[in-house]
C-alpha cells in the first residue's frame, strides 16, 4: 500500500490490487475507517484514520489502473498527518473505534433517506394543492365564460318573446278552428274526393305456358305405372273477357250488395253496387240501394248524386211508361225523399223545404199516405233542425274567437231545441276539453261514438268526412282518458284513431305521451321494489332492476333519472364494487352539470328543483369519494369532499371525513 499527502487537504492511497474488474471491488469510506472488499479475490482490507476525513465529499476519487487502486479521499480538516492510523491503540480499540465510525455512517444515511422521504410527500402535497388551486381557477373561469354565455343567449332568447307569444296563440288558435265541425267540412272533402272506395277488380283468365305431362293428374314419380290417369277436373263456364260466369252477371252483384247491407257492410255493399252498374247501367235497383248505402255512411254528396241519377232516368221516360212500371215510380218516389233528406243533414233547409213540399203535392199513387204523413212529420222538424243549425253556427263562430261561455250557451241551446246532430254534441265536447271539464267532455264523446257506431264500422277505406270526424272524436277522447290518468283505455283510443289516419303526427305525438306516462308508471313500480329490496339488504337483487329501470327512463325526467342512478351507487358501494361506483357517480354528475347548461330549460325552472339538483350533487360527491378512499386514490377523495362542502359548508359529515383525510395525508 502507498500512502501520501498530496497537500494539506488530500490523502492519496494506493493498493496493489493485481488485475480485477472495478465491479468486483466494494469500497466505503467512513470518517474514521475505509473498507475495502475484493470479491474476486476473496479479500477485505481495512484502513483506519488517524483523523476524520470527509467521506461525503464529491471530491473523493476512486480509479483502478495498472493493477493498482488509487483513492483520493479528502480530510475533514487540513493539515499534514504524522502517520496514516493512530499508533497508541490497542487492536480492540481500533476495532470498537471503527464499528463506532460505520455506525455513525449508518445513521446519516438513514437520516439522509428519511429527509428525502419526507422532502419527496412534501413536495408532493405541495404539487397536489397548486394543481387543485388551479384546477379551482379553471372551473371559476369556466363557470364565469358559461354564465355570460347563458346571459347573452337568454337576452337574444327572450327578446322576441312576445312575438313568440303571439304566434303561439294563432297557432293554437288555428289549430282549435281545425277541430271546429261545421257543415262546409263535409262539403268541401266530399267535392275533392269522389270515388274514396276502389270498385272490384274484375277476374280474368291468365294462360300458363308449360310441359305438359303425359299423365297430368299423377305424380312423376308414378307416371311409369300402366294405370289409367285421373280425369281432369271439369272448367268453369267463362264469360267473354274471361270471367266466371256467376260473377259477371250484375244482378248476382246487385244481390251479392243486398247481403252487406243486411250484415251492416255498407262499403263492401257500395263496392257490389258499382260492379253491377258498370256491368248494366241501366240497373236502377243497384244504385238505389247503393244512395242508401252512402247515406248510412255520412257521405251525402254520393248519395245526392245517385238519387239525382235515379230523377234524371226516371224523368227522361215517357209518362205512361213509368207510370205503367209501379216499381219505378216507387224508387223515383224514394230518390226525391232521400235527397231532400240528404239536404237537410248538409245544412241546406231551404231547398230540403221546397223538394219536400214538391213531393207531398206530387198526385203519383206511389205517394202515400204513409210517406205524406212522413214528409209532414219531417217539414214539422225541419224548423226545429233549422233553428238549432243556427245556433251550433252561432257556437261556432263564439268558439273560434275564444267566447267559451257564449259558445256553450249557443250549443246548450242547440240541443234544446233539436235533439241535435253529432256536430253539436262533438264541438260541444271540445269546448268542455277546453274548460278542462274532462269527465263532461268524456261523457259526451261516447255519446257520439255510440251514435255513429250504429251506421256501422269505420275504417281507413271509409269516406274521408265520415273518416276524418271519428278520428278527431277518437283523438279527444284520448286526451280526457289522458288527463283523468285513465292511460289503457287511453292507449286504446288513440291506437283505434290510427287506423283510421295512420301518418297523422298529432296522433304520433300523442300516442308517444301515453307510452310515455305507462313507461313511467312501470318504473315506479319496479323501483318500489328494488328499493324494499335495498332496505332488506339484498343489494345484488337490487342491482338489476334499477340497472332495468335506468334503460328504460329518459335523461329529460332529470330527477328521477339521478335518483336511480345514486341507488345504483350505492349497491355497488355495498357489494365493495368501487370502480363502479365512481363511474355511476361521474354519469350523474355529467347529466347534472349538462342540465344546468340548458339556457332555454335553466328560466323555466323551478328553485326547489335546482335544490333538489344540488342535494343530488353532494350524494354523488360524497359517494364517490368514499370510493376513492377505498381504491387508495386518497387526493381525489379529498377533492371531492371539498367541493362538496362548497355547496353545503354547513354539513358537519363531509367536515369530519374532509379532517380524517387530513389526519391520514400527515
Given at each position: 500500500?502507498?500512502?501520501?499527502?498530496?497537500?494539506?487537504?488530500t490523502l492519496?492511497?494506493?493498493?496493489?490490487?493485481?488485475?480485477v474488474?472495478?465491479?468486483?471491488i466494494?469500497?466505503?469510506?467512513?470518517?474514521l475507517?475505509?473498507?475495502?472488499?475484493?470479491?474476486e479475490k476473496?479479500?477485505?482490507?481495512?484502513?483506519d484514520?488517524?483523523?476524520?476525513?470527509?467521506?461525503?465529499?464529491?471530491?473523493?476519487?476512486i480509479?483502478?489502473?495498472?493493477?493498482?487502486?488509487k483513492?483520493?479521499?479528502?480530510?475533514?480538516?487540513?493539515?499534514?498527518?504524522?502517520?496514516?492510523?493512530?499508533?497508541?491503540?490497542?487492536?480492540?480499540?481500533l476495532?470498537?473505534?471503527?464499528?463506532?465510525?460505520f455506525?455513525?455512517?449508518?445513521e446519516?444515511?438513514?437520516?439522509?433517506?428519511?429527509?428525502?422521504?419526507?422532502l419527496?410527500?412534501?413536495y408532493?402535497?405541495?404539487?397536489?394543492t397548486?394543481?387543485?388551486?388551479?384546477?379551482?381557477?379553471?372551473?371559476?373561469?369556466?363557470?364565469?365564460?358559461?354564465?355570460?354565455?347563458?346571459?347573452?343567449?337568454?337576452?337574444?332568447?327572450?327578446?322576441?318573446l312576445?312575438?313568440?307569444?303571439?304566434?303561439?296563440?294563432?297557432?293554437?288558435?288555428?289549430?282549435?278552428?281545425?277541430?271546429?265541425?261545421?257543415?262546409?267540412?263535409?262539403?268541401?272533402?266530399?267535392?275533392?274526393i269522389d270515388n274514396?272506395?276502389?270498385g272490384?277488380?274484375?277476374?280474368?283468365?291468365?294462360?300458363?305456358?308449360?310441359?305438359?305431362?303425359?299423365?297430368?293428374?299423377?305424380?312423376?314419380?308414378?307416371?311409369?305405372?300402366?294405370?289409367?290417369?285421373?280425369?281432369?277436373?271439369?272448367?268453369?263456364?267463362?264469360?267473354?273477357?274471361?270471367?266466371?260466369?256467376?260473377?259477371?252477371?250484375?244482378?248476382?252483384?246487385?244481390?251479392?250488395?243486398?247481403?252487406?247491407m243486411?250484415?251492416?257492410?255498407?262499403?263492401?255493399?257500395?263496392?257490389?253496387?258499382?260492379?253491377?252498374?258498370?256491368?248494366?247501367?241501366?240497373?236502377?235497383?243497384?244504385?238505389?240501394?247503393r244512395?242508401?248505402?252512402?247515406?248510412?255512411?255520412?257521405?251525402?254528396?254520393?248519395?245526392?248524386?245517385?238519387?239525382?241519377v235515379?230523377?234524371?232516368?226516371?224523368?227522361?221516360?215517357?209518362k205512361?211508361q213509368?207510370?205503367?212500371?209501379?216499381?219505378?215510380?216507387k224508387?223515383?218516389?224514394k230518390a226525391?225523399?232521400?235527397?231532400?233528406?240528404?239536404?237537410?243533414?248538409?245544412?241546406?233547409?231551404?231547398?230540403?223545404?221546397?223538394?219536400?213540399?214538391?213531393?207531398?203535392?206530387?198526385?203519383?199513387?206511389?205517394?202515400?199516405?204513409?210517406?205524406?204523413?212522413?214528409?209532414?212529420?219531417?217539414?214539422?222538424?225541419?224548423?226545429?233542425?233549422?233553428?238549432?243549425?243556427?245556433?251550433?253556427?252561432?257556437?261556432?263562430?263564439?268558439?273560434?274567437?275564444?267566447?267559451?261561455?257564449?259558445?256553450?250557451?249557443?250549443?246548450?241551446?242547440?240541443?234544446?231545441?233539436?235533439?241535435?246532430?253529432e256536430?253539436?254534441?262533438?264541438?260541444?265536447?271540445?269546448?268542455?276539453?277546453?274548460?278542462?271539464?274532462?269527465?263532461?267532455?268524456?261523457?259526451?264523446?261516447?255519446?257520439?261514438?255510440?251514435?255513429?257506431?250504429?251506421?256501422?264500422?269505420?275504417?281507413?277505406?271509409?269516406?274521408?268526412?265520415h273518416?276524418?270526424f271519428?278520428?278527431?272524436?277518437?283523438?279527444?277522447?284520448?286526451?280526457?282518458?289522458?288527463?283523468l290518468?285513465?292511460?289503457?283505455?287511453?292507449?286504446?283510443?288513440?291506437?283505434?284513431?290510427?287506423t283510421l289516419?295512420e301518418?297523422?303526427?298529432?296522433?304520433?305525438?300523442?300516442?308517444?305521451?301515453?307510452?310515455k306516462?305507462?313507461?313511467?308508471?312501470?318504473?315506479e313500480?319496479?323501483?318500489?321494489?328494488?328499493?324494499?329490496?335495498?332496505?332488506?339488504?339484498?343489494?345484488?337483487q337490487?342491482?338489476p332492476?334499477?340497472?332495468?329501470?335506468?334503460?328504460?327512463?329518459?335523461?329529460?325526467?332529470v330527477?328521477?333519472?339521478?335518483?336511480?342512478?345514486?341507488?345504483?351507487?350505492?349497491?355497488?358501494a355495498?357489494?365493495?364494487?368501487?370502480?363502479?361506483?365512481t363511474?355511476?357517480?361521474?354519469?350523474?354528475?355529467?347529466?347534472?352539470?349538462?342540465?344546468?347548461?340548458?339556457?332555454?330549460s335553466?328560466?323555466?325552472?323551478?328553485?326547489?328543483?335546482?335544490?333538489k339538483?344540488?342535494?343530488?350533487?353532494?350524494?354523488?360527491?360524497?359517494?364517490?369519494?368514499h370510493?376513492?378512499v377505498?381504491?387508495?386514490?386518497?387526493?381525489?377523495?379529498?377533492?371531492?369532499?371539498?367541493?362538496?362542502?362548497?355547496?353545503?359548508?354547513?354539513?358537519n359529515?363531509?367536515?369530519?371525513?374532509?379532517?380524517?383525510?387530513k389526519?391520514?395525508?400527515?
Amino acid at each position: 500500500m502507498c500512502i501520501r499527502d498530496r497537500d494539506t487537504n488530500t490523502l492519496f492511497l494506493a493498493f496493489k490490487v493485481g488485475t480485477v474488474n472495478k465491479k468486483n471491488i466494494d469500497i466505503e469510506i467512513c470518517d474514521l475507517a475505509l473498507k475495502v472488499n475484493l470479491r474476486e479475490k476473496n479479500k477485505v482490507i481495512f484502513v483506519d484514520f488517524l483523523k476524520p476525513v470527509d467521506h461525503s465529499n464529491k471530491g473523493n476519487t476512486i480509479v483502478v489502473i495498472d493493477e493498482f487502486l488509487k483513492l483520493t479521499i479528502i480530510k475533514h480538516e487540513g493539515g499534514k498527518w504524522e502517520s496514516l492510523s493512530p499508533q497508541d491503540l490497542s487492536k480492540d480499540d481500533l476495532r470498537k473505534r471503527r464499528d463506532e465510525s460505520f455506525a455513525r455512517k449508518e445513521e446519516e444515511q438513514r437520516k439522509l433517506l428519511e429527509k428525502k422521504k419526507d422532502l419527496k410527500i412534501e413536495y408532493d402535497r405541495y404539487a397536489t394543492t397548486e394543481q387543485m388551486r388551479l384546477d379551482s381557477q379553471e372551473r371559476e373561469l369556466i363557470a364565469g365564460r358559461k354564465a355570460a354565455e347563458k346571459q347573452k343567449a337568454e337576452d337574444e332568447i327572450f327578446r322576441d318573446l312576445n312575438e313568440r307569444a303571439e304566434f303561439k296563440k294563432e297557432k293554437e288558435k288555428r289549430s282549435d278552428d281545425n277541430d271546429i265541425f261545421g257543415e262546409e267540412d263535409l262539403v268541401k272533402e266530399s267535392e275533392i274526393i269522389d270515388n274514396v272506395v276502389p270498385g272490384v277488380r274484375a277476374p280474368t283468365a291468365m294462360k300458363l305456358e308449360f310441359t305438359e305431362k303425359i299423365f297430368p293428374n299423377m305424380a312423376t314419380r308414378e307416371t311409369h305405372f300402366t294405370e289409367a290417369p285421373l280425369p281432369k277436373a271439369r272448367k268453369p263456364v267463362t264469360g267473354a273477357q274471361g270471367e266466371k260466369q256467376e260473377t259477371g252477371n250484375p244482378l248476382f252483384l246487385k244481390e251479392k250488395g243486398d247481403n252487406f247491407m243486411k250484415n251492416g257492410d255498407f262499403l263492401s255493399a257500395i263496392n257490389a253496387y258499382d260492379s253491377a252498374q258498370r256491368r248494366d247501367p241501366n240497373l236502377i235497383e243497384a244504385i238505389s240501394n247503393r244512395s242508401m248505402a252512402h247515406m248510412r255512411l255520412f257521405d251525402y254528396e254520393s248519395a245526392i248524386r245517385d238519387c239525382e241519377v235515379i230523377i234524371r232516368f226516371t224523368e227522361g221516360m215517357p209518362k205512361e211508361q213509368r207510370e205503367s212500371d209501379e216499381k219505378l215510380e216507387k224508387m223515383y218516389i224514394k230518390a226525391r225523399l232521400r235527397k231532400a233528406v240528404c239536404l237537410t243533414w248538409k245544412g241546406l233547409a231551404d231547398e230540403a223545404t221546397s223538394q219536400l213540399k214538391a213531393l207531398a203535392e206530387d198526385p203519383s199513387k206511389q205517394v202515400t199516405q204513409e210517406i205524406k204523413a212522413a214528409i209532414e212529420l219531417e217539414l214539422s222538424n225541419l224548423k226545429e233542425r233549422i233553428e238549432a243549425n243556427r245556433l251550433k253556427l252561432l257556437g261556432d263562430r263564439a268558439l273560434m274567437r275564444g267566447d267559451l261561455a257564449d259558445a256553450e250557451r249557443k250549443y246548450e241551446g242547440a240541443l234544446n231545441v233539436s235533439e241535435g246532430s253529432e256536430q253539436v254534441l262533438a264541438n260541444l265536447s271540445l269546448l268542455k276539453l277546453k274548460k278542462g271539464e274532462f269527465v263532461r267532455s268524456l261523457a259526451l264523446l261516447e255519446r257520439v261514438l255510440a251514435r255513429v257506431a250504429k251506421f256501422g264500422r269505420v275504417s281507413s277505406t271509409s269516406p274521408a268526412p265520415h273518416r276524418r270526424f271519428v278520428f278527431k272524436l277518437l283523438l279527444r277522447q284520448a286526451r280526457c282518458l289522458l288527463e283523468l290518468k285513465s292511460l289503457r283505455p287511453a292507449l286504446d283510443a288513440v291506437n283505434e284513431a290510427l287506423t283510421l289516419e295512420e301518418n297523422d303526427e298529432e296522433a304520433k305525438g300523442l300516442k308517444r305521451t301515453i307510452d310515455k306516462e305507462l313507461t313511467l308508471i312501470e318504473i315506479e313500480e319496479k323501483k318500489g321494489n328494488a328499493v324494499q329490496l335495498l332496505k332488506n339488504g339484498e343489494w345484488a337483487q337490487a342491482l338489476p332492476i334499477f340497472d332495468e329501470c335506468i334503460k328504460k327512463s329518459a335523461e329529460g325526467e332529470v330527477l328521477g333519472y339521478l335518483a336511480l342512478l345514486a341507488n345504483k351507487a350505492l349497491c355497488h358501494a355495498r357489494l365493495q364494487q368501487h370502480d363502479e361506483v365512481t363511474a355511476t357517480c361521474l354519469r350523474g354528475l355529467t347529466l347534472i352539470r349538462s342540465n344546468r347548461q340548458r339556457v332555454v330549460s335553466l328560466a323555466k325552472v323551478a328553485k326547489d328543483h335546482d335544490e333538489k339538483l344540488k342535494q343530488h350533487e353532494i350524494r354523488f360527491l360524497v359517494r364517490r369519494a368514499h370510493a376513492y378512499v377505498q381504491l387508495g386514490q386518497a387526493y381525489s377523495a379529498k377533492s371531492d369532499l371539498e367541493e362538496a362542502l362548497k355547496l353545503d359548508p354547513s354539513n358537519n359529515e363531509i367536515k369530519a371525513d374532509i379532517d380524517g383525510l387530513k389526519q391520514a395525508l400527515g
